[in-house]
C-alpha cells in the first residue's frame, strides 16, 4: 500500500480531485493535445503543519524570478511533459506540490514523487504573484489549447482591442454574464518565456481571461472550476459564430442595446 501526502487531507484531496476533473474535461474537449495546457492551484490553505515542516523530494530549484507574494506558499501544478488525460486518471503521478521557498526564487517539490512543474511555471508563478499582490481571492490559473478560439486569432481582425469580446459576447448572453471582464489579447510570444508572462500579467489588470495569440487561452479564477467554465462559456460563443459561418451567413449577434440591459440586469463591470 503506498500513501500519499492527500491520505487523511481531504481539503487538499479535493483540491486535487478538481484538477483531475478539469484535466479530463480538456482531454474531452480536444484541447489537450500531448502535454498540452497547463493548470496550478494555490492550496496554500490546504497545508497543513505537518506539510510545512515536511522533506522535499526533490532540491531546490530556481523560479528564474523573485515573485515575494509567494514565500511560504503551496502550489498543485500539473507536470512537465505530462498529459492532461493521464492527470485526469493519476493526479499525484502526473502533477505535485510545490512549496515556494523563503528566498522567493525558488521551490520544491513535497512528495509524492518528483513529477516537475509545467514549463509555463514562470508565468503561472507570476500571474499567481500578482494576484496575491493585489488581494485577489483567485486560486487558480488555467492555460489550454481551445481549437475554435486558437484559429481566430489567425485571423488579424480578431486581434483588435476587444473586437473578440464583443463579437464572442453577442453570440450568446450567457457570455457576457460568465465572462464579464472579456477577453484580452497577447500578441504572438515564444511559449514559456518572461515576456509572455509579464505581457499576461499586464493583462490581467483588465481581463480574466486572455487569448496568447496562435496559442492558446490562459484564464483565473476564484477555482480551477471557474477559470473552466470561462473558457467553455468563450469556447461555445465561438462554436456558435463558426456555427452560423459554415451555415453560410454572417450571424447576427445580440444588439449594443440587448448587452446594454444585461449589464444593468447583472450589475456587470464592463
Ligand atoms: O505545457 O501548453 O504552453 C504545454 C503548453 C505550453
Ligand atoms: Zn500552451
Redesign the pocket.
Known amino acids: 500500500m503506498t500513501h500519499s501526502i492527500l491520505d487523511n487531507r481531504p481539503a487538499l484531496a479535493r483540491e486535487v480531485a478538481d484538477v483531475s476533473e478539469v484535466a479530463g474535461y480538456l482531454w474531452q474537449k480536444g484541447w489537450a493535445e500531448r ?4 493548470i496550478t492551484v494555490n492550496v496554500t490553505d490546504s497545508i497543513d503543519e505537518e506539510i510545512r515542516t515536511m522533506l522535499p523530494v526533490s532540491e531546490k530549484i530556481p523560479i528564474g524570478r523573485e515573485l515575494p507574494y509567494l514565500k511560504g506558499t503551496y502550489f498543485f501544478c500539473k507536470g ?1 511533459n505530462k498529459r492532461m488525460r493521464d492527470l485526469a486518471r493519476w493526479p499525484m503521478e502526473n502533477g505535485s506540490v510545490i512549496r515556494i521557498l523563503d528566498d522567493c526564487a525558488s521551490y520544491e517539490i513535497i512528495a509524492d514523487k518528483p513529477v516537475k512543474p ?3 511555471l514562470a508565468s503561472h508563478l507570476s500571474m499567481h504573484n500578482y494576484l496575491i499582490g493585489k488581494g485577489s481571492s483567485y486560486k487558480a490559473a488555467l ?1 489550454t ?1 481551445p481549437i475554435d478560439l486558437i484559429a481566430m486569432t489567425h485571423h488579424p481582425a480578431f486581434l483588435e482591442k476587444d473586437k473578440l469580446t464583443y463579437l464572442l459576447w453577442s453570440m450568446i448572453p450567457e457570455t457576457r454574464a460568465f465572462c464579464p471582464r472579456g477577453l484580452g489579447i497577447i500578441p504572438y510570444a515564444m ?2 518565456s518572461f515576456e509572455l508572462a509579464d505581457a499576461t500579467l499586464k493583462e490581467l489588470e483588465e481581463y480574466d481571461v486572455v487569448m496568447w495569440e496562435k ?2 487561452v490562459t484564464a483565473v479564477g476564484e477555482n480551477i472550476m471557474e477559470a473552466f467554465d470561462m473558457v467553455d462559456t468563450l469556447s461555445k460563443a465561438a462554436q456558435i459564430y463558426l456555427t452560423a459561418k459554415s451555415m453560410g451567413f454572417e450571424p447576427e449577434g445580440t444588439t449594443i442595446e440587448q448587452m446594454e440591459e444585461l449589464k444593468l440586469a447583472f450589475n456587470l463591470p464592463k
Open positions: 502535454n498540452g495546457g497547463n512537465t509545467t514549463s509555463e492555460h489549447h511559449p514559456s496559442h492558446g
